[in-house]
């Protein structure tokens, strides 16, 4: 027996504040967001797998340039770009995940061939790229990935270090998107995808690719994919201690989620948010900063997206 599909999909909580957000920028982020929805929405339509869902959405978001990752990657300190990208399925807890890697169009269909094509879980670097070739994904030149709005971020940043004027923006900061789902099939998946954090020092890999912290998903309980402070949600295994409290305390998930996000991740300093979905279907989008980048779809229910 088959029951109604569910899926949420986040573009980072590193919002514009809305100071800064124009009517016209809000409009093209809540237009993209409906776009990625729509992609999800069509593989669950036809009875798609939850794990094959996720994959469209984070494509689709890699492919939009106001989110940070894939096309809209930002820069490191020395004005590269590095991406990192997971993905998990519930049934069996199968994942795979790359860090560090440039040149795939879609890191996340890096991540799935290294989920479909070896026995690993992460891999880097040009071990992950050779993944990747082997698995005949489409390859970009650089200047597919250069968008005038990151450099510009990067050169803004690097400006106020040497002014020693660096604030807290969580719109440099944070630079994540994601992807959960539950299928008509009671299977759940997640998938998060980034490039990171403007200026940060190469080599630095944040939660996204690291299942347990940025990404996660268990049939029993749930499938989160998380966005903020990358080191604060490592040092908490933020995806996972959500479906531990499911598992472990009978914890429902929107209290998990939300005892996480408002309470542990506040505690040690960090911002952020995340995505959920239970086995049931039920949706959460905890954040404790700004905004959050995010949409969400229940069968029959139609598509709704926000910012704020």
Not at 97 to 102: E, H, L
């Amino acid at each position: 027996m088959t029951r109604g599909f569910s899926l949420a999909i986040h573009g980072g909580a590193g919002v514009l504040p809305r100071d800064r957000m124009t009517p016209a920028r809000e409009e093209a982020c809540h237009a993209a967001l409906d776009r990625v929805l729509a992609a999800g929405e069509t593989v669950l339509s036809q009875d798609g797998t939850a794990l094959d869902a996720v994959t469209a959405a984070v494509c689709a978001l890699e492919d939009e340039p106001l989110f940070n990752a894939g096309r809209g990657a930002v820069f490191t300190h020395d004005g590269r770009q590095e991406m990192d990208a997971s993905l998990m399925e519930g049934g069996n807890r199968t994942a795979g995940a790359v860090a560090g890697i440039f040149g795939p169009k879609n890191p996340i269909l890096a991540a799935r061939a290294v989920l479909e094509r070896t026995p690993h879980v992460l891999m880097m670097g040009e071990g992950a790229l050779e993944v990747a070739r082997s698995a005949g994904l489409e390859f970009a030149d650089p200047e597919y990935f250069f968008t005038q709005e990151r450099w510009d971020a990067l050169q803004d940043t690097l400006a106020m270090e040497c002014a020693g004027t660096l604030d807290d923006d969580p719109s440099r900061r944070h630079g994540t998107v994601g992807a959960v789902a539950r299928d008509r099939h009671g299977n759940l998946a997640a998938a998060t995808s980034t490039g990171g954090m403007t200026a940060r020092r190469s080599g630095r890999v944040g939660d996204s690719p690291v299942i347990g912290a940025g990404t996660y998903a268990d049939n029993a309980t749930c499938a989160v994919s998380a966005t903020g402070d990358g080191e604060v949600f490592l040092r908490l295994c933020v995806a996972h201690e959500i479906a531990a409290r499911m598992r472990l305390a009978g914890t429902p998930m929107t209290r998990a989620a939300e005892e996480v996000v408002m309470s542990e991740l506040t505690a040690l300093g960090g911002s952020g948010g995340l995505i959920a979905i239970d086995h049931g279907g039920a949706i959460s989008t905890p954040f404790n900063c700004e905004g959050m980048y995010r949409g969400w779809i229940v069968e029959a229910e139609g598509r709704e997206t926000a910012i704020y």
